[in-house]
C-alpha cells in the first residue's frame, strides 16, 4: 500500500538557519504530494503540493520538489523564523478515491 | 479557497454522555469527508470515510458504534461519541474533499479541529 516516510523529531534549529525535512514515499501509479503545517492547538493548513513529476511546489518561502526518481519531496526553507515552529505532515493522494496518507509528523522549534 | 468548519472548537463532557461534532464545508459541496484523531504529538489517525447519503467506511479497530458518523447533505457530516470515556479525550480533526477540475486531483482541505476532553 501508499507510505509516507519523514524526518523524525523534533527538529531544533536557531533562527535563520537553513531547513530541511526529508520526505520520500511509497505508492504505486503517480500519486500527488503535499506538505501540511499544523500550528499548536489548531488543524492542518495546507503549505504547498506538486501534483506531476519535477514540479516544484512553494509558499511562504518553503519548497518542495517532486522526485520521482529518488520518490522523495523534501521540504526545504533558506532561512526559518520562529513563528515557523510547528508541525509539518508530508502527504500523499493517489488519484483514486481515497483519503490522504500522511508521514508521521516532524515537530519543528526555532529558537530565536 | 476552501473553507471547512468544526463546531464546537472544544468540549469537556462527563463521562457516559454523547458529543456531537459537527464539519461544515462552507463554500464548496464535498460528497466525501474524513475523519480523523490526534492524540498528543502524533500523527492523524484517519477514523473513517463518510460518503453523503451512505453509511461511512470504519477504519480497522474504530468501533462504529462508538463513533457514529451521519454524512446528511454535501455540506455537512457530523461525529457522533457515544457514551465517552476519558480514553476518548482528543483532538478530533475532520477533511472535506473537492475534486479540482483544474488540477484533475482531489483536494483536502481540514476543519480546524475539535478538542475533546472527558471527564
Known amino acids: 500500500g501508499n507510505s509516507v516516510t519523514q524526518t523524525e523529531g523534533p527538529v531544533t534549529l536557531s533562527e535563520e538557519a537553513f531547513l530541511t525535512i526529508n520526505c520520500t514515499y511509497t505508492?504505486?501509479?503517480?500519486?500527488?504530494l503535499f506538505w501540511y503545517v499544523q500550528y499548536p492547538g489548531e488543524g492542518l493548513q495546507l503549505l504547498l503540493k506538486?501534483?506531476?513529476?519535477?514540479d516544484k511546489g512553494s509558499n511562504k518561502g518553503f519548497e518542495a520538489t517532486y522526485r520521482k526518481e529518488t520518490t522523495s519531496f523534501h521540504l526545504e526553507k533558506g532561512s526559518v523564523q520562529v513563528s515557523d515552529s510547528a508541525v509539518y505532515f508530508c502527504?500523499?493522494?493517489?488519484?483514486?478515491?481515497?483519503?490522504?496518507?500522511f508521514g508521521k509528523g516532524t515537530r519543528l522549534s526555532v529558537i530565536a | 479557497g476552501a473553507v471547512v468548519s468544526q463546531h464546537p472548537s472544544w468540549v469537556i463532557c462527563k463521562s457516559g454522555t454523547s458529543v456531537k461534532i459537527e464539519c461544515r464545508s462552507l463554500?464548496?459541496?464535498?460528497?466525501?469527508m474524513f475523519w480523523y484523531r490526534q492524540f498528543p504529538k502524533q500523527s492523524l489517525m484517519l477514523m473513517a470515510t463518510?460518503?453523503?447519503?451512505?453509511?461511512?467506511?470504519?477504519e480497522q479497530g474504530v468501533e462504529k458504534d462508538k463513533f457514529l458518523i451521519n454524512h446528511a447533505s454535501l455540506t455537512l457530516s457530523t461525529l457522533t461519541v457515544t457514551s465517552a470515556h476519558p480514553e476518548d479525550s482528543s483532538f478530533y480533526i475532520c477533511?472535506?474533499?473537492?475534486?479540482?477540475?483544474?488540477?484533475?486531483?482531489?483536494?483536502?482541505?481540514f476543519g480546524p479541529g475539535t478538542r475533546l476532553t472527558v471527564t
Open positions: 502527504a500523499l493522494s493517489d488519484r483514486g478515491n481515497t483519503p490522504l496518507v
Open positions: 477533511s472535506a474533499r473537492d475534486f479540482r477540475k483544474g488540477t484533475g486531483i482531489y483536494e483536502q482541505y
Open positions: 463518510s460518503n453523503e447519503g451512505s453509511k461511512a467506511t470504519y
Open positions: 463554500d464548496f459541496q464535498a460528497t466525501t
Open positions: 506538486a501534483t506531476k513529476a519535477d
Open positions: 505508492a504505486t501509479g503517480y500519486p500527488s
